[in-house]
């Protein structure tokens, strides 16, 4: 809130963003500072006493008047814009828009697991429906992210229906408790849990579940284990909801978990279910979203957007969180989410990427408009994808970057692109997808810009970060807009590449070679990562001190 670089010069100079600032609630350090830097409004609001902060500053000539004039200017400017576009008795068809929320719950949601082909629900006669959550859904997030809904479907009433329209029955038990409460917040009510398992409510649901054809278990993670204002300690889900699971699999080996829960889990369970759906918090039409994809009205088309590890321990913020005292040091920079898992070959209990479909696709056919290309050209990447299975479906074909060698740390891979195609059985479409420069750029902080590496990339396209089985490789041919700066500390690799510095190099190593009878290449391997302070001790009277200042200044001009 406080950083001129991010709000000024990138957002609202090179970015081009027209409108204004506003904090996070209570996240304003220093009120003068932040719109000094670009900050317009802070929430929520202090009833004054924080702007007179701003107004002794502009009279002490702490603050610049134009600066805040900027600032005022800003909010003016999109407050007027909303006035002037303001109609009169606009209203919304409240049946169209909850029809729309049901359309986007059922294609996010992720089917994880489908051994046997257990979903869709078709053959099935009865059903055993089990978990507080089916008669009483968790759809959306705790805190600030409460929304009033115009309509909520109850995922228990929805399969009912849609399993009568099937000539199924349904036998619903709640399996563990839920303390419904009332949110003060908003009229909407939210779940407590305890973390206990309740042996008599978890022995009716096994009982439910035996008498039935199938069993679908409603879990996941209640508000109080994640919402806004703390941190979670762990990735499990409460004991009664895992210990429900785990009791139900062994008495109904055709069972389907459906979770509601806004982050990953822990699985310990996975291997005892038939089927998992990931619904996450599926909004006001979560319950209908649900059954769709159960009983096959849509086949499922969700992609994870992030790694589901098989433990905690795997993440890579596990060794720096929750950090010393008040203060959190986000240490795993570029290696966030995926680009640690693969660049560490770990195995997750679920790929970033990943999701399952009721059909089948295959990659085909990728080609590229050229295999070389210059800073500052474009890269077109084509491929053909077939559903090969019986049933429409959609499809999220992804493209990662690999660098083939990299003058600076680099993620094994990095996603560049993606893009969701419908296609009928046995229908074939072309996918195409176009990398700019940045696709293979890196940025320098020193320099501060955008840094395109001559070498050969990988281009990988497939349905997750671990499913690529299309591959082929370009090269770039790039000259290096930016002029590094060498001192005593560079290496003697990084001064070789300068071609004074090489020129330099050759002719003192030669004398090496005389000497101690060590060849060029062998002189230079050797001293490779050793600082030219230290290099020039072993050079002798090749490379004084003078001898030294002269080359840095021939190289740095």
């Not at 979203?289 to 321990?313: C, H, M, W």
Request: a negative charge; proline letters at 5%.
């Amino acid at each position: 809130s406080e950083n001129r670089r991010l709000l000024g010069d990138i957002l609202k100079g090179e970015w081009g963003f027209e409108g204004f600032v506003v904090s996070d609630w209570g996240a304003v350090n220093d009120r003068v500072e932040g719109i000094r830097a670009g900050l317009e409004l802070e929430m929520p609001t202090c009833g004054g006493d924080r702007d007179r902060l701003i107004a002794d500053a502009v009279r002490e000539g702490r603050l610049e008047e134009s600066v805040l004039d900027e600032g005022v200017a800003r909010l003016l400017r999109i407050i007027l814009k909303a006035v002037e576009n303001r109609r009169k008795g606009v209203v919304f068809d409240r049946e169209k828009n909850h029809a729309f929320a049901r359309r986007a719950a059922g294609e996010c949601m992720v089917l994880l697991k489908n051994e046997g082909n257990l979903l869709p629900l078709e053959t099935q006669k009865s059903l055993a429906v089990i978990g507080g959550f089916a008669a009483y859904p968790r759809y959306q997030g705790g805190g600030s992210s409460h929304v009033n809904p115009a309509l909520v479907d109850i995922p228990l009433e929805e399969i009912r229906r849609m399993a009568a329209e099937r000539g199924m029955t349904v036998e619903f038990s709640e399996g563990y408790p839920v303390d419904i409460q009332t949110d003060r917040y908003s009229a909407r009510k939210f779940e407590s849990v305890s973390d206990v398992p309740d042996e008599k409510m978890i022995r009716e649901a096994c009982l439910a579940a035996g008498r039935a054809d199938a069993a679908v278990i409603f879990a996941g993670l209640p508000e109080p284990y994640e919402s806004e204002g703390y941190d979670r300690k762990h990735i499990s889900i409460p004991a009664g909801h895992r210990k429900l699971i785990e009791a139900v699999a062994a008495v109904q080996p055709r069972t389907v978990v459906v979770l509601s829960n806004g982050s990953p889990i822990e699985m310990p369970w996975l291997s005892r279910v038939k089927s998992v759906v990931e619904g996450y918090l599926g909004g006001q039409a979560f319950g209908g979203a649900a059954a769709d994809i159960l009983f096959g009205v849509v086949n499922p088309s969700g992609k994870l957007a992030e790694t589901y590890p098989l433990r905690v321990q795997d993440n890579p913020s596990y060794l720096n969180f929750p950090g010393d005292g008040n203060c959190v040091e986000y240490r795993e920079g570029l290696f966030v989410g995926y680009r640690h898992y693969d660049s560490a070959s770990l195995t997750p209990l679920f790929p970033f990427g990943f999701g399952l479909s009721y059909t089948e696709f295959s990659y085909d056919k990728l080609e590229a408009d050229r295999k070389e290309l210059a800073d500052g050209d474009e890269l077109r990447v084509t491929m053909t994808l077939t559903n090969r299975g019986k049933r429409a479906g959609k499809e999220t074909a992804q493209l990662y970057v690999r660098a083939m060698g990299y003058p600076v740390i680099k993620p094994y891979q990095e996603l560049k692109g993606f893009e969701k195609i419908a296609l009928a059985p046995g229908e074939t479409g072309r996918v195409t997808f176009t990398l700019d420069r940045r696709a293979f750029a890196y940025y320098d902080g020193k320099r501060g810009e955008w840094i395109v590496p001559d070498g050969t990339y990988e281009i990988a396209l497939g349905g997750s970060s671990r499913s690529t089985p299309l591959t082929l490789a370009v090269t770039l041919k790039s000259p290096d807009k930016g002029k590094p700066v060498y001192t005593r500390n560079s290496t003697i690799h990084e001064i070789y590449q300068n071609g004074e510095g090489k020129a330099c190099l050759d002719e003192i190593s030669r004398e090496i070679e005389k000497q101690r009878g060590m060849g060029i290449d062998k002189v230079l391997s050797h001293f490779r990562d050793m600082p030219l302070r230290s290099f020039h001790m072993f050079a002798g009277a090749h490379m004084n001190e003078e001898n030294l200042n002269a080359l840095l200044e021939r190289m740095n001009s």
